[in-house]
């Protein structure tokens, strides 16, 4: 049976939105890496690194050289500091400070391979969302008449993908300032919930045109009203547990920069605020209502599998939470931490949104 216009159409965006999505977490995963690792300022200007399209790798490329041509823009490190070639030039047998100029925008001058590599690959793959991204918006501008706050809502997420790239800017300029790097990271959750949103609303479409729908029961609409209140709430409560999250995390930054990367940390759970407490003990609560989410999901098709997931990704996430605080945080649990919430966060935000749309046809 071939499948009509409006399969093909909401099947292209689907499609497009998976990838969205996929990208978005792996962005997430790349950012907590670039922390985990101190990687963040491996690039010290955006949205070229060292003024360069493509990265350096080894360090003669950021050393200067005799007759050697320099693009404009492009960046060596000379005596602790930053210089920027004020044009394109071939340099003679002697250095000559009148082709540079200073990098001001901070006073970190330090080149590692391994940490711009890491920043660099986070910020292609931030590269690489945008497309989809624009994409699926420019699809869902074409039918705004069929279907306008699929538009809307695109819309929405290109504008915060658009927030996100200026604010990874700042945060290189500002060498990493703390506040500014937890707004980073909520942009991204925010992305990731107006990006799950269209999806769902796009797979529930597709589904109906496909004749893949899920056969809904009668005389349900008070259970399924009921579980769509339970994962607003989880969301709400899961929201406040990553806010948290990111408290805990800038201490433990601090911390970093304090003691650094490779200290001993053994003694750091002492050190933190009581924040982190309420944040472990925080953990039990959300892990109960979704217990409780999941029990009320018996006998609802197409939600009980999303509340069981749900509960297994907390699960999952929790159990890796505990062993940080008993392990003195390993650096290597701490990106796998973040994408599990991130993850938890995707699978509440589209179960939220299936009651919701089970709710509207019903």
């Known amino acids: 049976m071939p499948h009509s216009p409006t399969t093909k159409w909401t099947s292209v965006l689907r499609r497009l939105l998976q990838a969205s999505i996929v990208l978005t977490l792996l962005v997430i995963l790349a950012g907590s890496v670039v ?16 003024g360069l399209i493509v990265p350096p790798t080894q360090e003669a490329q950021v050393t200067w050289a005799p007759n050697t041509f320099y693009g404009q823009g492009q960046m060596i ?195 933190l605020p009581a924040g982190l407490l309420v944040h472990r003990s925080f953990s039990l609560l959300i892990l109960g209502l979704s217990y409780w989410t999941y029990r009320k999901s018996f006998g609802l098709a197409g939600l009980k599998a999303r509340a069981a997931v749900v509960l297994y990704a907390l699960l999952a996430e929790t159990a890796l939470g505990a062993a940080m605080y008993y392990f003195a945080i390993p650096r290597f649990m701490q990106p796998a931490h973040l994408l599990l919430s991130a993850i938890s966060w995707f699978l509440l935000v589209d179960g939220a949104f299936k009651a919701w749309l089970m709710l509207r046809k019903g």
């Open 77 to 271: 490190v000379r005596n602790d500091t930053l210089w920027m070639a004020d044009a394109a030039f071939t340099s003679s047998e002697a250095y000559d400070g009148a082709h540079w100029t200073p990098y001001t925008r901070h006073d970190y001058a330090v080149f590692n391979p391994v940490h711009t590599w890491i920043e660099y690959i986070n910020r292609l793959l931030g590269a690489l969302l945008g497309l989809p991204v624009l994409l699926a918006t420019a699809w869902t501008l074409w039918r705004i008449k069929a279907h306008p706050k699929w538009a809307l809502t695109m819309l929405a997420a290109l504008f915060v993908l658009g927030f996100e790239a200026w604010l990874g800017k700042v945060v290189v300029d500002g060498n990493l300032i703390p506040h500014q790097i937890t707004y980073h990271m909520a942009g991204a959750f925010g992305l990731l919930g107006l990006l799950t949103a269209v999806y769902r609303s796009v797979s529930s479409e597709w589904e109906l045109h496909a004749l893949k729908a899920e056969v809904q029961v009668e005389g349900l609409e008070d259970d399924r009203r009921l579980l769509f209140r339970l994962f607003l709430g989880l969301i709400a409560l899961l929201s406040i547990q990553i806010v948290m999250g990111t408290q805990v995390r800038e201490e433990v930054d601090a911390l970093v920069k304090l003691f650094g990367l490779e200290a001993d940390r053994s003694d750091w759970i002492a050190q």
């Open 35 to 50: 922390r985990m690792t101190g990687s963040g300022m491996g690039c010290p200007d955006w949205p070229t690194c060292f």
